[in-house]
């Protein structure tokens, strides 16, 4: 099912079927942490994500996406802004979270609009069909489809998985 999957999303994004393609990955996510029916990640399954089924999906978004989307593209951005990938898995907690740098990678990325953070069906990249003239990198994958947790889990779910890929590489 992995594989299938997999193969749906490379066509979706060679198609430049970004929404579609941005849905396709949370199915894959969730069937890869087995949580597909349950529709949501808890922390444990983030934490213990198979990091070859990571490393799988970002290499596709960032081949497919000429190098402006994907998990690693959304990390170094997250990174550049003055974020820290520091996260306690115990307590929790990212220990040096900053909600002013946050939202400097929530604007470079296109997740902001002004003062508010935009709905998932307000993303600029929806209707463009013209990577080269898209003015945002990093802006997919979202994972916002993935799972109805508490909005800290919300705001915290896409750094998780760039903890993961740090963590993978260790």
Known sequence: LK??????LDYLMKENRWKDADTKNSQFILVSAKREKQGYFELNDVKNFQCQDLKKV?????????GKFGLS????????????LDFDWD????????????????????????GDQMRYDELPLWEEKDLDIYNFVGTIPTLYRTRRETLLRDRLRTPLFWQRLVDCSK
């Not at 594989?3 to 749906?8: D, F, R, V």
């Not at 959304?74 to 003055?82: A, D, F, S, V």
């Not at 990212?94 to 902001?112: Q, T």
């Open 91 to 114: 307590k929790e907690i990212f220990k040096k979270w900053n909600e002013e740098r946050y939202n400097s990678f929530l604007l470079r990325v296109g997740w902001k609009k002004g």
């Open 73 to 84: 593209v959304q990390k170094r951005i997250y990174l550049e802004t003055g974020n820290y």
């Open 58 to 66: 970002d290499d596709l978004w960032v081949k497919n996406s000429k």
């Open 3 to 8: 594989a299938h999957l997999l193969g749906e």
